[in-house]
């Protein structure tokens, strides 16, 4: 596997992450076609272990696959070009953004585009947790997916347990409860 | 709010969670409703403006910095969106086949599972503070609807909101 210069890695991981919209997803799968169809710098196998185990660090999973994939291919200072270039220049653009919802909230006209926007958001929540739930919604895993995230509604609304508690809690309970394939 | 308090109450948020938005509920407990140094509708907005730019929907977490402490805030915060990234390297070296074990699999879903719970339970304040109207209703039902039917950028459903927003804001 060719091993490629920091500087060609970090500018294509600045490339790639910042001009790709619709979150980490999207993102990984262009990456995939420039590092491992593209270019060949990474093994499907390399490719897969690093989206895999992104899943499970916690955080956000794409900088995870970005210092992975990256660590593969250049050490720690690749891993840590990458997430900067990957990350840095969409951070700067969000800044600018709140920025200008700020200055724009006080006049009335922006107001109407805003309340939009805020009730668009609310879709957005709802629809990342179907996303998140879906691929478990299915023959045999319906009812252990109804009961992890319906009780840790009811947890959280019900009993106003801390979310981190919820999320302990659940895991354990994971740990014990597994799907059919699993065990 | 001290800026080194923030760092870690968003640090904590990004650890515990393992997707983008599902550090939501626990920077709502901390900083809305523990300390009270954001409002659900700063919240909200910042949702919106992380998925407005490039770059993985966890980015809302600068603009939560920055809603609460300006551009010292948001640096804050994007330390606290990076940090946990770089834990995958010795998950890689050392835990990797560890990883693949169906106990440690399964805990990881359930977690997320329970994510997409805490997601829909910090919905429902953000709910109560948007949806004051029925145009606004009609826009997240249309929002939800899009998102999970199609392939549509979000980046579309986006500006569709916010000019449907405004023709609203015109006509009612």
């Not at chain 1, 910042?18 to 593209?38: H, I, W």
């Amino acid at each position: 596997m060719p091993r490629p210069p920091l500087r060609t890695l970090s500018a294509l991981f600045a490339r790639i992450s910042n001009l790709t919209f619709g979150g980490g997803d999207p993102t990984m799968a262009a990456l995939e076609r420039e590092l491992v169809a593209r270019r060949g710098w990474l093994a499907p196998e390399q490719y897969g272990l690093a989206f895999g185990l992104a899943r499970l660090t916690p955080g956000t999973n794409f900088l995870a696959f970005c210092a992975a994939a990256a660590w593969l291919l250049r050490g720690w200072a690749g891993a840590l070009l990458a997430v900067l270039a990957a990350s840095a220049p969409a951070a700067v653009v969000v800044v600018w953004l709140t920025y200008g919802y700020q200055v724009l909230k006080g006049n009335a006209l922006a107001m109407g585009a805003i309340a939009g926007l805020l009730a668009s958001a609310v879709g957005m929540m709802a629809a990342a947790a179907w996303h998140l739930v879906r691929p478990h919604v299915r023959r045999g895993a319906w009812l252990r997916a109804l009961v992890l995230a319906g009780g840790s509604v009811a947890l959280l609304l019900g009993v106003s347990m801390s979310p981190v508690a919820v999320l302990a809690l659940a895991a354990a309970a994971g740990f014990f409860w597994r799907r059919e394939e699993e065990t | 709010m001290n800026l080194l308090l923030l760092y870690l109450l968003l640090l904590k948020a990004t650890v515990t969670s393992f997707s983008g938005l599902t550090s939501l509920p626990v920077v709502r407990n901390d900083l809305v409703l523990r300390y009270r140094v954001l409002t659900d509708r700063e919240l909200n907005a910042a949702v919106v403006v992380g998925r407005t730019g490039p770059g993985p929907y966890g980015l809302y977490i600068v603009s939560v910095g920055y809603f609460v402490a300006g551009v010292p805030g948001a640096f804050c915060g994007y330390l606290a969106l990076v940090t946990p990234a770089f834990l995958i390297v010795p998950i890689l070296r050392y835990l990797g086949a560890r990883a693949r074990r169906p106990g440690v699999r399964s805990a990881i879903q359930a977690a997320t599972l329970a994510a997409a719970g805490l997601i829909v339970a910090s919905t429902v304040p953000l709910a109560r503070d948007a949806l004051t109207s029925a145009a606004a209703v009609a826009i997240a039902i249309a929002s939800f609807i899009l998102l999970i039917a199609t392939r549509l950028d979000t980046l579309w459903v986006i500006a569709g909101s916010a000019v449907a927003g405004l023709v609203a804001g015109f006509l009612l």
